[in-house]
């Protein structure tokens, strides 16, 4: 064997084992929204204002002389002969369109139509939010929904003006009584009169937040619908995923699912689209895939420069009002119908008033902030490490889809499912595209209301159940915790690496024994799972049939050695008439085909059930484990499922069938559990509030992997830049670490041999402290002839810390701690894979020698309110840098006291 096929064949042997551990798998993303603040460095510490005030579009008659002279000094080029708009605008149309706007487009007049409705601002996160609030006139005790509707790039707020009377006057246009919406649409922030931000990072997750501000906060609905597309589509998703407790129902028409296997689905639908879109409309949207690549390309290199230099461009766009209207209506004539780039004019008059078009750039250019609305893209790619893994997770909100058909992307309906788990309805509208809102009003508005009367269905249906499960008893759990099948690998050569208990792993292994009786037991399901009523037939028809069907279950599942008794040793665990009993139920009723169904329904359904396996589970669980049972759950792999177990019990005896076959053990596992419940909700009325914490060492799966990976790729292990920068080669984190924790072995193993001379030699003692002062501030301060010490310290207050020591004379009781901790080291680690709901908030210090980075905290804690980049700062920050933990703390209390009131 050549050395470089060992070579390849040992680095494949090791990414495998890597792939299968799970050493790739990224982080549990956060859904923390997070906060912000955007105003201008000057007013960093202006006062909060919470005030709603009137707003009004105005125009002077200044800018509009200003306008008209650079319209009538408008400079053309010469467009090339018979590219119709596939070069983009052409300029004879550019003519036209100025023309008009300095002719007939009469500002007075449409200054009117944009202020028809009521506008206003607030100030959320340090920033002006403009935005419409229809109110509806409605008779006493008549029932109105919210709703919020975001809109996109290049539209504005105007692009819903002709939606909005038929969603509040809905008896007028086509609708009922119970049809009627109080419509709020904000403009996004940086978009025509909302405030841009002042500093990078305005993503749509943060513009969701200030969205939700605005509705929940603001104007107090604690209950309401969202709508949106473009960029609004996006907003209004996040906002379904970061506060669904608030979100009513979620309606969209531009969607974009990204499924498993994305690009091999687009490569078979390539060559055999009706395998992966079943629905011939779908297959337009993406074959052949050549064309559609060609056509992305085309069509997206504005979003190139607007995703890498914005500002570049904006320059120009804010200069001139031709070239701003140009770049605007070119998005307004393509994406409502591609076939469009093939007419002279771009057919943009074929669709839209040319004065509603122009209103839409009146909004862009009278805001002036063109510029800072192209900035999203930039702010969305730069983000994009922090958003992709979000879109993995499933939203539970109610959602409606409508598909316009001459939308550029979308999304088929049987992809919904990878991400939406309650879609209530899915539109195939007969026509429109990207700006549906205002291209077709009508069905855009049915489409609304038709999803609000199903999401209002969905709600009564759950209402049903609006009593919670108080806790959850369990005998016959199957989780499977992430790589399931790289970990009975691992465990059937190194079972306690797997498995915990000794118990479990004389059960699961070897391997090989286990995957053979579950071959041996499972060809009922086989059956039952793909053709139940071949086989119902003949046990319908046949008493004796029926019994011996069901009486060999009874034997199997109480005891994989009773098949070798000659009766199956069924009356070794039950009475004959109790067993007969069970089969006459089946009997007589004549369920048995409709019960075997269940199999078939489950595997039919298989991945809609499996996608809610990574969702945990927080309601209180008890699992009795009996010994006989076929498939168990390891008990350290329970955690990987269920948030709050809190009773396990490994019983001496039984089987699958434990309520007939051990009454006893098991009414008395379940009363003790019930107890464990009372006093677990009990408990939750009084628990800790809060956990601030400077000091963290969260270890992910695979730590010195990673650790190893991050050595030459950190991007790859940790996000933030700081924490990247902070990660050393493997060789120097190894090195500083066996140098700086000799004292760690040594009161580790012999505490008491050092403490005697630190309990009788003050200097000794002093110098034992105060080099931990030094190295734990700054790991170079022992490159230092005086270690530094009086650079961040008063030294009288380091030796007020030694004295305390030796007057109480408790060095060697407080370095046995290191002692206690090691000794008990199993019982303490099996914790750390027990998630940690408590309020979370992480100060970290720069020159902390072990630190945790922000994206690894999910693995441990759930509720992560904060987590503060200090700027200056080691181990002992409450004496160096007293001022910043202070204020740290003060921030981290106020957002758990939110944080727990929300959750009341």
């Not at 009513?248 to 969607?255: A, I, Q, S, T, Y």
């Not at 690496?497 to 009786?517: A, I, N």
């Not at 580790?748 to 309990?759: M, N, V």
Request: glycine share 6%; net charge negative; hydrophobic share 40%.
């Amino acid at each position: 064997m050549g050395l470089k096929f060992q070579i390849l064949l040992v680095g494949s042997a090791i990414l495998l084992g890597l792939y299968l551990t799970g050493f790739f798998t990224p982080a549990p993303p956060s859904l923390d929204p997070g906060t912000g603040w955007w105003a201008k460095e000057d007013q960093a510490t202006a006062k909060k204002d919470t005030s709603i005030r009137e707003f009004k579009i105005t125009f002077s008659q200044k800018d509009q002389d200003d306008l008209k002279r650079r319209l009538q000094n408008t400079r053309y080029f010469e467009s090339l002969e018979g590219t119709n708009w596939n070069y983009g605008v052409r300029a004879d149309s550019m003519k036209v369109i100025v023309n008009h706007w300095l002719t007939n487009y009469s500002w007075p007049k449409q200054e009117k139509v944009l202020n028809q409705f009521n506008h206003f601002k607030t100030n959320i996160e340090g920033i002006d939010i403009h935005f419409l609030h229809v109110k509806p006139k409605v008779k006493p005790g008549q029932k109105v929904k919210q709703i919020l509707m975001v809109h996109g790039w290049p539209g504005s707020f105007y692009e819903f003006y002709k939606v909005i009377p038929m969603l509040t006057d809905p008896t007028n246009h086509g609708g009922t009584e119970d049809d009627v919406f109080e419509v709020i649409c904000p403009s996004l922030p940086g978009y025509g009169f909302s405030e841009e931000a002042h500093k990078p990072g305005m993503g749509p997750i943060q513009i969701a937040r200030i969205f939700n501000t605005l509705m929940h906060e603001r104007l107090g609905f604690d209950n309401y619908y969202v709508q949106g597309g473009d960029w609004g589509s996006t907003v209004v998703e996040f906002m379904s995923l970061f506060f669904p407790q608030y979100i009513r129902g979620h309606h969209n028409n531009f969607l974009m699912v990204t499924p498993p296997w994305m690009g091999l689905r687009l490569l078979v639908g390539h060559f055999f689209p009706e395998w992966s879109y079943p629905r011939i409309r779908d297959r337009k949207l993406f074959s052949p895939l050549g064309e559609r690549l060609l056509v992305i390309m085309r069509e997206s290199g504005y979003f190139h420069i607007q995703a890498t230099k914005p500002d570049t461009i904006g320059q120009a766009l804010t200069d001139s009002p031709a070239g701003l209207a140009a770049y605007i209506f070119e998005k307004f004539s393509l994406p409502t119908n591609p076939d469009y780039i093939n007419y002279p004019d771009g057919k943009l008059t074929e669709r839209f008033e040319l004065d509603d078009l122009l209103n839409n750039v009146m909004v862009h250019w009278i805001g002036g902030r063109f510029t800072a609305s192209m900035r999203s893209y930039k702010e969305i790619i730069q983000l994009y490490p922090t958003l992709m893994p979000l879109q993995r997770l499933v939203i539970t909100v109610p959602t409606g889809y409508a598909a316009f058909p001459h939308e550029a992307s979308g999304t088929p309906e049987h992809w919904l499912k990878y991400r939406f788990a309650n879609v209530v309805s899915y539109s195939l509208l007969p026509d429109g595209g990207h700006f549906a809102a205002l291209e077709q009003p009508k069905l855009f508005a049915e489409d609304l209301r038709k999803f609000s009367k199903a999401t209002e269905e969905f709600w009564k249906e759950q209402s049903k159940n609006s009593e919670f499960v108080r806790g959850h008893h369990n005998n016959f759990l199957n989780v499977q915790p992430p790589f399931y099948i790289g970990r009975i690998l691992v465990g059937s050569f190194f079972p306690s690496l797997v498995v915990t208990s000794e118990r479990d792993q004389k059960r699961m292994f070897p391997f090989k024994d286990y995957v053979y009786t579950l071959l041996r037991e499972t060809g009922y399901m086989h059956i039952q799972a793909t053709k139940p009523d071949t086989i119902g037939h003949g046990l319908t028809d046949s008493p004796a049939g029926l019994a011996a069907y069901i009486l060999e279950k009874f034997s199997v599942w109480t005891n994989l050695g009773f098949p070798d008794c000659v009766d199956g040793c069924l009356l070794e665990k039950f009475e004959l008439d109790d067993l007969l009993n069970n089969v006459m139920v089946y009997w007589i009723s004549g369920s048995i085909t409709s019960s075997m169904r269940l199999y078939k329904e489950t595997f039919g359904n298989f991945y809609d059930i499996t996608k809610y396996d990574p969702v945990p589970n927080s309601v209180p669980l008890g699992y009795a484990d009996f010994p006989q049972e076929l498939t168990f759950t390891p008990e350290n792999w329970l955690s990987y499922k269920y948030k709050n177990v809190i009773s396990f019990t490994a019983m001496p005896d039984g089987g699958h069938f434990a309520a007939f076959e051990q009454p006893k053990l098991l009414a008395e596992d379940l009363r003790q559990f019930t107890t464990k419940v009372e006093e677990f909700l009990e408990k939750k009325i009084k628990f800790v509030r809060g956990h601030h914490n400077n000091f963290l060492c969260v270890q992910p799966p695979f730590y010195f992997g990673r650790i190893l990976v991050g050595s030459f790729f950190p991007s790859l292990v940790v996000t933030s830049e700081r924490d990247q920068n902070r990660m050393l080669l493997f060789k120097d984190f190894l090195w500083i670490t066996l140098r700086e924790t000799g004292y760690t072995h040594l009161q580790a193993t012999k505490p008491d041999t050092i403490g005697h001379g630190l309990t009788d030699s003050p200097a000794g003692l002093a110098a034992y402290i105060l080099e931990k002062f030094g190295t734990r501030i700054s790991l170079h301060f022992s490159d230092s002839l005086d270690d530094c010490l009086m650079e961040k310290f008063e030294l009288d207050d380091l030796l007020n810390n030694v004295m305390v020591y030796w007057i109480s004379g408790s060095i060697t009781s407080s370095m046995r701690l290191y002692k206690e901790v090691f000794g008990n080291f199993y019982d303490m680690t099996k914790y750390d894979q027990l998630p940690n709901s408590v309020p979370l908030g992480y100060a970290s210090f720069p020159l902390e020698f072990l630190s945790t980075p922000e994206n690894w905290l999910s693995y441990k804690f759930k509720n992560v309110l904060s987590y503060t980049e200090m700027p200056e700062g080691g181990h002992f920050a409450a004496l160096e840098q007293p001022k910043l933990l202070a204020e740290d703390l003060r921030q981290f209390t106020r957002k758990v006291e939110e944080f727990l009131e929300k959750e009341d």
